[in-house]
């Protein structure tokens, strides 16, 4: 949802061959596809798994600071956490998880509006990232990665057989 948001802004309010369209697409496609890949690698390789979850977080991070620019070098206004429209915002990131929903919610919207929106959805998966990465790297330091588990599988069959 991030990344057709993030399609959808960049296509109606940045001016046609400026860098930062690109930068901002492929840092919200980059969020999306590394958290799809960092998932599919968890079954062998915790290493991959938090390597990628963490390259996914910085490239939100990344797109956040893109938004953030946005509104700054334009004069418009942050929404301020507390404030109506930012706990309006927060509140539909939590009841409402796609991209549907939202596209057809933006087009009625200026873009400052967008932007603020985008910034408040960006930080939802980013706070789940965090915790995502502190829950696996928890893990790691437990039960070791993938290579580990199967080193002690080995070793406990291998001790198990008559010699």
């Known amino acids: 949802m991030i990344f057709q948001i993030t399609y959808y802004f960049?296509?109606?309010?940045?001016?046609?061959?400026?860098?930062?369209?690109d930068q901002m697409i492929q840092?919200?496609?980059?969020?999306?596809?590394n958290i799809i890949e960092g998932c599919a690698a968890s079954v062998?390789?915790?290493?991959?798994?938090?390597?990628?979850?963490?390259?996914?977080?910085?490239?939100?991070?990344?797109?956040?600071e893109d938004y953030e620019d946005y509104l700054k070098t334009r004069n418009h206004t942050q929404w301020e956490k507390g404030s109506p429209q930012y706990?309006?915002?927060?509140?539909?990131g939590r009841?409402?998880?796609?991209?549907?929903?939202?596209?057809?919610f933006i087009t009625t919207r200026p873009p400052?509006?967008?932007?603020?929106?985008?910034?408040?959805?960006?930080?939802?998966?980013?706070y789940l990232l965090f915790r995502q990465l502190q829950r696996l790297s928890d893990d790691f330091i437990k039960n070791g990665g993938f290579s580990e588990r199967m080193l002690k599988l080995r070793l406990a069959n291998r001790n198990k057989q008559p010699k």
């Open 10 to 21: 960049c296509s109606h309010f940045l001016t046609k061959g400026d860098r930062t369209i």
């Open 27 to 33: 840092a919200a496609r980059s969020g999306k596809q």
């Open 44 to 64: 062998t390789s915790a290493k991959t798994e938090i390597k990628l979850i963490n390259v996914a977080k910085a490239s939100l991070c990344e797109l956040l």
């Open 87 to 92: 706990e309006a915002m927060r509140r539909l």
């Open 95 to 104: 009841n409402h998880n796609d991209a549907k929903f939202f596209l057809d």
């Open 112 to 126: 400052e509006t967008i932007a603020n929106m985008a910034i408040i959805l960006i930080k939802q998966p980013d």
